[in-house]
């Protein structure tokens, strides 16, 4: 059973950072591309970031560009997100998700599988 653990979620105040991690298991990680989606309270799910599998490729959400990156290890079964100069507006649960066959980096599509999600709450 596929199985995605998000951790390093937490309060931090404008302007700090924090980097999110997805320690994936059960399935091949280096053979698949990946992605952040966030969900902030009373609202939808928002595309953050994308990944594709050796990680040379890196896609972001216009809100998050030049803030945030993402990357993977591939060794470790880990993923990334780097998150740094935070804003209120960041306050969100964070998911990682495994993109699936028919999925678009940066375009979106299906993804197949999903992590517990972290809370990330940014407030002075």
């Known amino acids: 059973q596929v199985q995605l653990v998000e951790s390093g979620g937490g309060l931090v105040q404008p302007g700090g950072s924090l980097r999110l991690s997805c320690a994936a298991s059960?399935?091949?990680?280096?053979?698949?591309?990946m992605s952040w989606v966030r969900q902030a309270p009373g609202k939808g799910l928002e595309w953050v970031s994308d990944?594709?599998?050796?990680?040379?490729?890196?896609y972001y959400a216009d809100s998050v560009k030049g803030r945030f990156t993402i990357s993977r290890d591939n060794a470790k079964n880990t993923l990334y997100l780097q998150m740094n100069s935070l804003k209120p507006e960041d306050t969100a649960v964070y998911y990682c998700?495994?993109?699936?066959?028919?999925?678009?980096?940066?375009?979106?599509?299906?993804?197949?599988?999903w992590g517990q999600g972290t809370l990330v709450t940014v407030s002075s």
């Open positions: 998700a495994r993109a699936g066959s028919t999925y678009s980096l940066g375009g979106g599509g299906n993804l197949d599988a």
């Open positions: 059960e399935f091949t990680f280096s053979s698949y591309a």
């Open positions: 990944i594709n599998t050796g990680g040379g490729s890196t």
